[in-house]
C-alpha cells in the first residue's frame, strides 16, 4: 500500500538533506536516547528514524538489526502526518499497516511515534517504540518520549547552526556552551547515583556526579557559574542537601535546585511553598519522572504557558 506524502513534501525532503544526518555512522548520543525510550516505555523495540524519498532510514535502534525499511506502509510515513504521537494498538488488523515490513517479517503488534519536527515545522522522521505482542503507553511515558524527541531536533539543530558558521566566524568566535544545561548530581548511594547520571547524559546534559556534600562544593568551585542545576539528595553524612543548598547560594544565589529524597517528612523545612516549591521529588521515581522535573525547572516557561517544544 502506498503511504500518503506530506503537502510540503518537496520542502520537507530539501530539510532533511539540510541536516546531512543520513548514511552518517552510529552515534552514542542517539543510541542513548534510544535505549532510553525503549527503557521508559518498556518496549523492546526503539528507533530514532528519517524518511528519505524512498525507504525509512534508522540512525539509531534498539531490538531491531536493520539500517532501513520501505517508506510504503511504514508507521514513520504515518507518523510524520501529524503533530502528535502516533499509536497504532492492533498493527496487524490495521488496513495502513497490515503488510507492512515490519508487521509482516519482525512481528510488530504495537507502534507509537513522535514526529521530529525541525524548527521551520517540516516533519523529518520519528522517535518510535514497538513490541511485538499488544502494549499500552501511560500518559506519563508519552510524555518522557516527546522530552527525548525534544533533545533529539535539539542535538540536531544545534549541529547545523555550528555547521552554518564559516570558518572566519569560527576563528572569532568563543567557544560556546553545550546547548544542553550542566547539572550537578549529588548523590551517596553508587549505583543509584550512576544510573541517574547515566539517564540525565542519554538525553543530552553535561553532568558532574558527587558522591556526597564536600565534593559537591569542589565542583562548583572548579566550574564556578557553568552549573545551571544542582540534583541533591537530602539525606548524605556529613554535608546534607538543604546544608549543601545553603553553602552554594551563599556564593551563587541564582543556582537552581532539585532535591531528591525518601525522607521528605524529617524535613519540615520542605513545606515552605515560596522557598522549594515544586523542587522535590520524592524516591522511588521512574527516570521519566526525573527527565520532566529537570526540563520544568530549567524551562519555567514552557512549564507555565503548557507550549512544547
Partial sequence: MLSPLPQDEGPRLERLHSFRILGTACEQVFDDIAHLAALICDVPVAVIAFVDEQRVWLKAKI???LDEIPRDGSFCAYAILQSDVLIVPDPPSDER???SFLVKEVGIQFYAGIPLIAADAHPLGTLAVMDRVPHILTAEQIDSLQILDRRIMHELERRLT???QSPHQRLHLAPSREPSATILLVEDTDNL???LQRTL???GFSVFAAADGAEALRWCQQHDGTIDLVVSDIVMPQLNGLE???RIHAVRPETKFLFITGFGDEFPELR???KYGANILEKPFL???LLRKVEDILNPGKAATGTEG
Fill in 63 to 65: 531490538g531491531l538489526e
Fill in 97 to 99: 499497516f497490515m503488510s
Fill in 162 to 164: 555550528r555547521e552554518a
Fill in 193 to 195: 547515583r550512576n544510573l
Fill in 201 to 203: 547524559e542519554g538525553v
Fill in 244 to 246: 549543601l543548598e545553603e
Fill in 272 to 274: 515552605e511553598p515560596i
Fill in 287 to 289: 527516570p521519566s519522572e
